[in-house]
T-cell receptor, first 113, second 113 residues
């Protein structure tokens, strides 16, 4: 089945220790997104890629970066995680047609000790 | 500033009855609205959508109603089933924001047998 895969599902890191979260897709979608969702809050868009074109949200901290080496893979790098970065990180993909829904992965829950 | 609001954090209904989930928005530029359903330990999955040129869209047991003048939409589930128990997120996108979704905080629906 075509899908969005996120690894790992659970990630524990130490305060200030860089961490990378991974997302892959078999849907061959042009657009990939990273969202942060904290408990009882709305998913918040961090950035998205339109093919290789990177689009950062204005309020996304500099601590968060992303890489998309090819259509299938996208990575979220957190350079120096703080306690406030503990959250669920959701990857999503969509096609180019306006109105196409986004397909989400299961998420990676990040814990910062 | 929360542009998409789901003011009811939770809703309980009995199996077979109607579930009505509500969503309000403030940005008049939003022209496309979606509902996502999320089970624990899974990513959100697309449920149903509606364009601003319509006021109703139906898909099986699910119907979404849009009232543009009130900036309000609702999701009706009839009849409700225990398997519908999940968190439901309302999301909206604007003409100028390519596929950018703004999410509400979600409503947890519990359908009891």
């Amino acid at each position: 089945d075509a899908m969005v895969i996120q690894n790992p599902r659970y990630q524990v890191t130490q305060f200030g220790k860089p961490v990378t979260l991974s997302c892959s897709q078999t849907l061959n979608h042009n657009v990939m997104y990273w969202y942060q969702q904290k408990s009882s809050q709305a998913p918040k868009l961090l950035f998205h890629y339109y093919d290789k074109d990177f689009n950062n949200e204005a309020d996304t901290p500099d601590n968060f970066q992303s890489r998309r080496p090819n259509t299938s893979f996208c990575f979220l790098d957190i350079r120096s995680p703080g306690l406030g970065d503990a959250a669920m990180y959701l990857c999503a993909t969509s096609g180019l047609v306006k109105g196409n829904e986004q397909f989400f992965g299961p998420g990676t829950r990040l814990t910062v000790l | 500033d929360q542009q998409v609001k789901q003011n009811s954090p939770s809703l309980s209904v009995q199996e077979g009855r109607i579930s009505i989930l509500n969503c309000d928005y403030t940005n008049s530029m939003f022209d496309y609205f979606l509902w996502y359903k999320k089970y624990p330990a899974e990513g959100p999955t697309f449920l149903i959508s509606i364009s601003s040129i319509k006021d109703k869209n139906e898909d099986g047991r699910f119907t979404v109603f849009l009232n543009k003048s009130a900036k309000h939409l609702s999701l009706h589930i009839v009849p409700s089933q225990p398997g519908d128990s999940a968190v439901y997120f309302c999301a909206a996108s604007a003409q100028t924001g390519f596929q950018k979704l703004v999410f509400g905080t979600g409503t947890r629906l519990l359908v009891s047998p």
